[in-house]
């Protein structure tokens, strides 16, 4: 076995937003890897369902990043690392709700932060940072890490999950917490439940189940760097463990561009969807038409290495879909009409 997987063996790790998407997947490694997992989660947009049912070795506590009561709960346990992946996802969210945004992802942040410096003993907090929040739109592409961040947003998760990283930086640089963080670049695969708020793919493999019109919002010839959850949390791992990593950031990214339209196509296809694909007028803060980021210094750094095929993942997502569609459909999100204007990135 690798060294940087070996390391977890034994250890105390907290997952903040550990029953999410990402987070689901995080544990499920992490407990293969035979640590002990403690999972601080409001299951605002997470699901116990998701995480696995009766393993001694994961404790869950339902509780609040930005409440102290549940801090002091999930630090008493003493944890060796942390992912940090609890947020008020994503931009769209936060256009309607901005102040849940800046409470959640801003002062949970900080709050989280403040308890890590206290506790003074983590080996590591591993950050989980937007690719989308960084790099502004009109960088050149493939975004790297010291690209110049830009002082304009276009939604209020842009802005926050920013300060997360901002926060991180100084609490590294003045208060000596080893952190890291990871800009993730549209996740995709099993775990993500569809709903309003929720990213491009999984709502099109929900609706295309159910043998609706896939409805883009735009061309279709808009990208992204969709990247397989499997890599996601693969680089996640790497980060948590190696010394190279801390007061770093890494795009945690495939490095490919996908079009929309090639996406919804293949979507139908998968799913057997013979309905017609319509576009809609696109979102007013959606500006960043094209997203592709470079995965370079994570390749070299940590060895970092994803899957190139992105079909791989999507049957795997699909796979994921058949397997739980009852609790998926009970657990999918959607406002009255949201279906019709969702393209939701994160
Ligand atoms: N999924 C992506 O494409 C993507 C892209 C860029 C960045 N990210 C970041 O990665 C992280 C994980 O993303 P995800 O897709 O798994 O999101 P998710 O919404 O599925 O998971 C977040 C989890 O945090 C929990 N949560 C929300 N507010 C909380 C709070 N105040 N206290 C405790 N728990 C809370 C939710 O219930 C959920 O389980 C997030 O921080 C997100 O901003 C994700």
Known sequence: ????????????????????????????????????????????????????????????????????????????????????????????????????????????????????????????????????????????????????ASLFMGTPYQITKMVGELYMNYFYKIKGVPVSNARFFNSYGAGEVPGQYRNVIPNFIFWAMQNMSLPITGTGEETRDFTYVGDIVDGLLRMGFMKEAIGEAFNLAAGREIKIIDLANMVNRLTSNDKEIKYLPRRKWDTKTRLLACNEKAKKVLGFNPNPDFEVGLKEAVGWFKENWEEIKNSAQFGPGASSAVRGKS
């Not at 907290?14 to 035979?34: E, K, P, Q, S, Y």
Request: with cysteine; aromatic share 10%.
């Open 1 to 148: 076995m690798d060294k940087y997987l070996k390391y977890y063996e034994g250890k105390r790790i907290l997952v903040t937003g550990g029953a999410g998407a990402v987070g689901c997947i995080l544990v499920r490694n992490l407990l293969g890897l035979n640590a002990s997992v403690i999972v601080l989660d409001d299951l605002s947009s997470g699901y116990t369902w998701n995480l696995p049912q009766n393993d001694q070795r994961l404790l869950f506590v339902k509780g609040d990043v930005v409440n102290e009561v549940d801090l002091k709960r999930v630090f008493n346990e003493e944890p060796q690392i942390i992912f940090h992946l609890a947020a008020f996802f994503a931009n769209q969210n936060s256009v309607d709700y901005p102040e849940r945004d800046l409470n959640t992802n801003a002062l949970g942040t900080l709050r989280l932060l403040q308890y890590s410096a206290m506790y003074g003993k983590l080996e590591r907090l591993v950050y989980s940072s937007s690719g989308c929040s960084i790099y502004p739109s009109d960088a050149p592409m493939p975004f790297k890490e010291d690209l110049k």
